[in-house]
């Protein structure tokens, strides 16, 4: 293979709010040249959806069910995505290198070196007729590595242009930063972010997510119950390290007191102060943070961000990026790399003990 000619790739992932799969298309060296195609989202079947947000009442047994009919189900749907989002772009799979396959995480502890994200490769690359890579994350966890956050060097490729330092950050189910000065990157997972008050306010009012931020608007944050949150060993933790959807459920369950208005302004204060707190852990204040995943959408969130933060805070959009596919693009890009045997992490950014490769390949 020629490793400088650039390949088009395929990226899939499913994020920690489980209601789709996300593809998109790449043409990249796996280096500095990015050029982001298309991108769209395919929803889960409502049932198989049921069944992953089940799983969530005990995760743990990720480590020891095989769940074979679960991950099945979990890794057609990716197939189908990929072979739909094809079909929409009329685009010919003989033009596809690879097809980088994140699948869907339902279990992250990399304290016990163990990461799961549900996706046979076997099965899918048989059924897309694709090269395909999976497994981005274990090889970094087995050395020792956090695992996560796994987009940077993504973002450094598409920040090139840009007038350093600069932030990404990512509100998904937590969230991560990026902090990019030429060659220094440093990325770790912030805090939490959407599924704290996603699931606040499916609790609260039957509704997947505070559209717009409007109810925590209504509200009033608890500023003592903030500080009372920030105090979680966490925040104390040096950097590189990485979260669970469910790392802060149980200590967030301080705002059941409060009424739906406040503790989903609450929620989304105590999100903006973990994101502050970052700063601590990088060398300088970025000229200008970039805001991808679903939380750049919270009007109310990103209203409290530049209030703290006092530099531009944009959606990645400002930037010319494609917001809602990053992630997907970002395990196209990761899928050639990993083709290529170049690092997908570093000891900036997840903690391993040297630039890591990884992935898993599986031909058709």
Not at 107 to 123: K, N, Y
Not at 177 to 186: F, H, L, P, S
Not at 319 to 337: K, P, S
Request: charged content about 20%.
């Amino acid at each position: 293979m020629d490793t400088q000619a650039p390949l088009t790739a395929i990226g899939a992932i499913s994020g920690t709010s489980m209601d789709g799969i996300d593809v998109a298309l790449v043409r990249t060296d796996g280096d500095a040249l990015v050029q982001p195609g298309p991108g769209r989202t395919y929803p889960y079947a409502p049932a198989l959806r049921a069944a992953l947000q089940d799983f969530l009442r005990d995760p743990a047994r990720a480590e020891t069910d095989p769940l074979t009919v679960l991950e099945e189900q979990v890794s057609d749907a990716h197939a189908d995505a990929v072979a739909a989002f094809l079909r929409d772009h009329a685009i010919d799979r003989a033009g596809i290198a690879v097809a980088g396959i994140h699948g869907q995480t339902i279990w992250h502890r990399p304290e016990r070196r163990f990461t799961r994200q549900l996706g046979l490769g076997a099965r899918i690359a048989a059924r897309l007729g694709l090269p395909l890579v999976n497994r981005f994350r274990h090889a970094d966890v087995a050395s020792g590595g956090q695992g996560a956050p796994f987009a940077p060097l993504y973002h450094r490729a598409l920040a090139a242009g840009l007038e350093p330092p600069v932030m990404v950050l990512n509100l998904g189910g937590v969230g991560n930063i990026t902090y990019i000065d030429g060659d220094t990157v440093i990325a770790f997972d912030t805090g939490p972010a959407s599924a704290l008050i996603d699931d606040f306010v499916r609790q609260r009012r039957g509704q997947p997510y505070d559209a717009d931020g409007a109810l925590a608007a209504a509200g009033t944050a608890d500023a003592t119950l903030v500080a009372r949150l920030m105090t979680h060993p966490y925040f104390a933790a040096p950097a590189p390290k990485s979260l669970d959807r469910n790392h802060f459920h149980a200590w967030a369950a301080a705002v059941a007191g409060l009424a739906d208005a406040d503790g989903a302004a609450t929620l989304t204060a105590f999100t903006v102060a973990s994101v502050a707190a970052s700063l601590r852990l990088v060398p300088a204040a970025p000229r200008r943070w970039l805001v991808c995943g679903g939380g750049r959408h919270n009007a109310d969130m990103m209203r409290r961000l530049r209030a703290e933060l006092g530099v531009p805070v944009d959606p990645v959009e400002a930037a010319g990026w494609h917001g809602d596919f990053i992630e997907a693009e970002c395990f196209a890009y990761l899928a050639v790399r990993s083709l290529r045997g170049l690092p997908l992490s570093l000891p900036t950014t997840t903690g391993v003990p040297h630039p890591m490769p990884g992935g898993e390949r599986w031909t058709p």
